[in-house]
């Protein structure tokens, strides 16, 4: 059973950063796909940022392309999104997901920002951004 926990939320001016952190239960920074997504309440969840760990390759969601950095430091068990830049539009409540990837023909795929796709997810951080 994977078991993650996220951290870093707060409230920040429009412009500001934040850096979220998904501090994860056992070894998934290998053949794992992990991914930050969002939600406002009332809407669904958005895919913000994906990481492919077996192909090291990463996914974003085009609201936040060029402003959100997803990153990872598997030696402290931990996923992080570096968020400049913070824009009103961005306030919702931010969640990590991990996943163990498909294998087919022998090859690993991962599943972007498909959040159906996850089964594990934490429990969320909540990010306020004020104009």
């Known amino acids: 059973q994977v078991h993650l926990v996220e951290s870093g939320g707060g409230s920040v001016q429009a412009g500001g950063s934040l850096r979220l952190s998904c501090t994860v239960s056992g070894d998934i920074f290998s053949n794992y796909c992990l991914a930050w997504f969002r939600q406002v309440p009332g809407k669904e969840r958005e895919g913000v940022a994906g990481?492919?760990?077996?192909?090291?390759?990463?996914t974003y969601g085009d609201s936040v392309k060029g402003r959100f950095i997803i990153s990872q430091d598997s030696a402290k068990n931990t996923l992080y999104l570096q968020m400049n830049s913070l824009k009103p539009e961005d306030t919702a409540m931010y969640f990590c997901?991990?996943?163990?990837?498909?294998?087919?023909?022998?090859?690993?795929?991962?599943?972007?920002?498909?959040?159906?796709?996850?089964?594990?997810w934490g429990q969320g951080t909540q990010v306020t951004v004020s104009s």
């Open positions: 990481f492919d760990t077996d192909h090291a390759t990463y």
């Open positions: 997901a991990a996943e163990p990837d498909a294998v087919l023909y022998g090859t690993h795929f991962c599943y972007g920002l498909r959040e159906y796709e996850y089964k594990n």
